[in-house]
Structures are given as C-alpha cells and as structure tokens.
C-alpha cells in the first residue's frame, strides 16, 4: 500500500474511498447527459425529458456534495450518502415508469424494467455503503526477537 493511499485511507475511511467512487461515478454520469444529451431518444424515460441544464444540476450537484462530504473526514459524510440518494432514485423512477409505460401502449420500449434495475442496484449499494461502521484499525502485533535456533 503506498504512502499517499494509506494516508487518503486514514482520513477518509472506507465509507469516504466509497463516496468519492460514486461520485466520480456521477460526475461520468453528467458529463454523458452533456454530451450525449440524445441517447435515449425516442424512448419514454420521464429522466430523458428533463432539459440538459437540469439533468447536469441532477449529476454534479450531488457529486460535489458527496465529494465535500466524503473530504470532511471519517464519521461526518452522511450528507454525501443523501445527496447520491437522489439522482437514483429519479433516474429508477423514471425506467419504472417507462416500463408501466410499455405495459399501458404508451411507448414500444420494453427494456425500462433494465434501467429501473441497474439504478436501483446502485440505490442499494449506495444505502448499503452508508449503513457501514468505519472499520477499526487492528492492533499492532507487539514486537518479536527474532533468534536463531537454539544450540
């Protein structure tokens, strides 16, 4: 383990490494809805409707709250946790929908039920993650002489 890993480690925690993870994760995100702001045209995603300023404000804000949050040190990141929550849980509502959707012949999309299920894996993940203790350090091993064999 290097040197600058080990003190990222130290100050964030395991549920910081996570919060950064997805938040980076949602900063790739935005920059998708900015530069493929069409890739899911021609399908009813409720998500897909709202403007590109919307969809960026969506991504980047709660990654830079998750980012903020994930810096302010072990213990004190539950605010990142809640901001992450929100984009997914949009975005699934918005595959849930177009799934009902293909069922009511309002769209002739029927993979919405795959969408739903990868954000709302994510969702888990994230609600997982934010459920876990920062893990203790073990203790160090009390130093050993280390002989020669005995004559």
């Keep these: 383990m290097s040197a600058a890993y080990a003190a990222l480690r130290a100050r964030l925690g395991r549920r910081g490494?996570?919060?950064?993870l997805f938040s980076l994760t949602y900063v790739l995100t935005g920059l998708s809805?900015?530069?493929?702001?069409?890739?899911?045209?021609?399908?009813?995603?409720?998500?897909?409707?709202?403007p590109v300023p919307v969809r960026l404000v969506l991504w980047f804000v709660p990654a830079a709250i998750g980012l903020w949050a994930a810096f302010r040190?072990?213990?004190?990141?539950?605010?990142?946790?809640?901001a992450?929550?929100?984009?997914?849980?949009?975005?699934?509502f918005s595959y849930v929908w177009s799934w009902v959707?293909?069922?009511?012949?309002?769209?002739?999309?029927?993979?919405?039920?795959?969408?739903?299920?990868?954000?709302?894996?994510?969702?888990?993940?994230?609600?997982?993650?934010?459920?876990?203790?920062?893990?203790?350090?073990?203790?160090?091993?009390?130093?050993t002489l280390e002989r020669g064999p005995r004559a």
């Excluded at 900015?34 to 409707?49: D, M, V, W």
């Excluded at 992450?84 to 699934?92: E, F, G, R």
């Excluded at 795959?114 to 954000?119: H, P, Y």
């Design 84 to 92: 992450l929550v929100v984009p997914a849980s949009i975005v699934a």
């Design 33 to 50: 809805a900015l530069l493929a702001p069409t890739e899911n045209a021609g399908r009813f995603i409720l998500y897909a409707e709202f």
């Design 101 to 143: 959707g293909y069922f009511a012949g309002e769209t002739d999309w029927p993979l919405g039920w795959t969408g739903a299920a990868r954000w709302l894996l994510v969702l888990a993940l994230i609600l997982i993650v934010s459920g876990w203790k920062e893990a203790e350090e073990p203790p160090a091993a009390p130093p």
């Design 17 to 20: 490494l996570a919060l950064v």
């Design 73 to 82: 040190g072990v213990g004190r990141d539950a605010p990142g946790f809640a």
